[in-house]
């Protein structure tokens, strides 16, 4: 056992007895605001506070929910939730920048039955993929108190100071892609849920990223590898986010053989554009591997597709709203995940060499963007 997996391992240990100290927690909810959170994909009315506690009213509906203001990887989670009859809910964990957060991050079901036979729905669920090992929720007008330890691949979880959840994520397939590191977020469905008492100890990150682009200063780690003279490429950086137009690509200065690639990605409707692995650093007049980017769902090759080689499976995408995109290459496999869900495999690449990624702008007229930009080598 290394160091560091020493320092780690008394961290995940059982919860701990009521009434100890809790030392290095950190309060993400001061009893009197909603400061530290913020309403997402929903009106500002759906959350409030009162007599204490976070409340969600009936404006609180799905897709609205909760986010904490900072993201985290590894981490002590804490807080008590308030059951009366019917309700329904979860907490995200890892929950993205954008998009559907119980496929491409977690979710930890709140549900008011006490199901004797556990199932991937019941309280307490990795939902939907995973049942709790045993359902212990208080649903007639209770608190209840939930801790979630999350030191990846390690997933523990207790209801009610019972352990629910002792879990290798990494062994389920569904959930080895998810996201190492995102936002706690709270979803009621408009049920009037309560929660209070929100803390969190953080635990050592594991994770290794490389950033390729998250302020305009980044675009210094590309160059410009190919570009029409008829419609020059134009790949500007506004805010955090390269806008491309024009026909031509972008490429990392830096060469990549096996990685993970994230990047956050939207376009004008019926856009034109890829993600390029394993070039050349020429765009399309070199070695490349071209991932699409093209909503349309019935052209030869639509968003996700493997160009020339194998189509993918149309994803869940909308015009001009940003979508997470990732990149999965090691050897001769590669897979391409789009807002959670993975829309193409491959295990027959022959270029094993390294090589540049490249971003594609390919339709002048029609913008793509691309932001929060992040390799890691594997």
């Known amino acids: 056992m290394t160091r ?9 240990a059982p ?16 009893g009197q605001t909603l400061r530290g959170w913020a309403v997402r994909e929903g009106p500002q009315s759906a959350f ?23 993201q985290y990887e ?39 039955q006490r199901d004797k036979e556990p199932r991937s ?20 007008g209770e608190w209840n108190s939930l801790r979630v330890v999350m030191g990846w691949p390690a997933l523990r979880v207790w209801v009610n100071e019972e352990q629910v959840h002792d879990s290798d994520v990494e062994s389920v397939p569904e959930l080895r892609y998810r996201l190492r590191r995102g936002y706690l977020g709270l979803s009621t469905l408009s049920y009037p849920h309560r929660f209070r008492n929100l803390r969190i100890r953080e635990l050592p990150d594991k994770e290794r990223w490389e950033t390729l682009f998250e302020t305009d200063g980044d675009l210094a780690k590309w160059f410009i590898s190919e570009s ?6 134009k790949f500007d950086a506004y805010n955090g986010v390269v ?12 060469k990549y053989r096996d990685f993970e690639f994230h990047a956050y990605i939207r376009g004008q409707k019926h856009h034109n554009g890829g993600v390029l692995f394993r070039t050349g650093g020429q765009g399309l007049t070199g070695r490349r591997y071209e991932i699409q980017l093209h909503d349309v769902e019935e052209a030869h ?16 995408i909308e015009a001009e709203k940003w979508y997470l995109f990732q990149l999965i290459v090691k050897g001769r496999n590669c897979i391409v995940r789009i807002n959670g869900e993975n829309v193409l495999e491959y295990d027959q690449l022959e270029d094993l060499d390294e090589g540049h990624v490249e971003l594609q702008a390919h339709q002048p007229g029609r913008w793509i963007e691309y932001k929060h930009i992040r390799i890691k080598r594997i």
């Open 74 to 112: 590894n981490f002590d989670f804490r807080c008590e939730f308030f059951v009366k009859g019917w309700t329904d809910g979860g907490i995200y964990l890892h929950a993205p920048e954008h998009g559907r957060n119980t496929w491409i991050g977690m979710q930890i079901k709140i549900f008011h």
């Open 301 to 316: 090759y639509p968003t996700g597709s493997l160009y020339f080689f194998k189509r993918s499976i149309y994803p869940r």
């Open 228 to 233: 029409n003279p008829k419609s020059p490429a």
């Open 15 to 30: 919860a701990l007895a009521s009434g100890q100290a809790e030392e290095g927690f950190t309060t993400l909810f001061d």
């Open 48 to 70: 409030y506070v009162s007599d204490g506690a976070i409340v969600a009213s009936p404006s609180s509906a799905f897709p609205a929910w909760l986010r904490s203001e900072k």
């Open 243 to 254: 806008r491309g137009d024009g026909s031509g690509h972008l490429a990392t200065k830096e």
């Open 4 to 12: 560091r997996e020493l320092m780690i391992t008394p961290l995940l």
């Open 121 to 140: 729905n019941s309280m307490g669920a990795v939902y939907p993929l995973i049942a709790p090992k045993l359902v212990n929720v208080r649903s007639q």
